[in-house]
């Protein structure tokens, strides 16, 4: 088994995928208007869906906003430079909800931004996330 996507709500479509593909540099894999049941499906990713996990963005029909609600937590993507893509994300209109900086208790560096319908993502910079940094101390102990 594998993961294929993440369903999310979304209450504008066009600038949800606006935000996902031009502020987070994903790509709008497909698209599909369905009337009968009064709803699209817009799928995003890095990849293509055959080996990677994506994100699907369901629009209901007249719906322009959810309840979020508390068991939602976040989505998480890894990038190579946090303050860079920080600072890349508010230059294009995103929102940046916690800055970039050490988690709490930990060592990981993390920022937190919005989307349009006020999903929360982590963004984690790479290399210093607990299981990498363990990784790379068992290879480094075994040279």
């Not at 009064?38 to 080996?51: I, Q």
């Not at 609600?69 to 508010?90: F, M, P, R």
């Not at 988690?103 to 560096?109: D, E, L, P």
């Amino acid at each position: 088994m594998r993961m294929l996507h993440t369903m999310l709500r979304v209450g504008n479509l066009e600038e949800s995928i606006k935000f996902y593909c031009d502020v987070l540099g994903m790509k709008l894999l497909r698209q599909k208007d369905y009337p009968g049941g009064e709803f699209t499906l817009a799928f995003v990713g890095y990849g293509d869906e055959s080996d990677h996990t994506v994100l699907e963005l369901t629009y209901n029909w007249g719906v322009d906003s959810y309840d979020l609600g508390d068991g939602y937590g976040h989505i998480a993507l890894g990038v190579d430079d946090i303050y860079k893509t920080c600072e890349q994300i508010k230059a294009q209109g995103g929102n940046v909800v916690r800055e970039p900086g050490p988690m709490k208790h930990g060592s990981t560096v993390i920022a937190f931004i919005t989307d349009p319908t006020g999903y929360k993502i982590e963004l984690i910079q790479l290399g210093t996330q607990g299981s990498a940094k363990k990784e790379d101390e068992k290879a480094t102990a075994t040279v």
